[in-house]
């Protein structure tokens, strides 16, 4: 069976696969990608939908998904063919519609007898706050030059 040539996109993928390598990926969220993801997953939180409900609160305006925040990393997995069996996050500052926010992945332990690795994912806004951390272990595909 013949694989897909991979297509040569600059930060979002390890220049080799070792410990230390990183990649990124930086989004604008938008109130159209809220919207989309709170109709494929019925997130229908008042955080996320209701301008009355969150003005009330310590926010002031509605806040993005956290899960589809988090969802920026899948997309440095995606590319790294990356299966993800264990993944846990830690929510520490908002992200509000039309933030730009960078994802970040980093191989930080790696087993190459059992083909599995562990990466440690950072969210920042553009103003350089942490917005996430993640703990992601998997088994990552093969990687061509």
Known sequence: MKTMK???LPNRTPATFAVGEKASFTRTLTE??????????????PFHTDDAFVEQTKFG???????????????????WNFLATDMSFAFKAPVYMGDTITAVAE????????????????????????????????YPGKFET
């Open 6 to 8: 991979r297509p040569y």
């Open 32 to 45: 159209a990608d809220s919207a989309m993801f709170i109709g494929a997953t019925w997130d229908v939180n």
């Open 61 to 79: 305006k509605r806040i993005v998904p956290g899960l589809l925040t988090a969802s920026l990393l899948t997309h440095i997995g995606g590319l």
């Open 107 to 138: 191989i930080v332990e790696l087993d190459v007898a059992k083909r599995w690795c562990r990466l440690q994912g950072t969210i920042t806004n553009r103003d350089g706050e942490v917005v996430l951390t993640a703990v992601i272990e998997g």
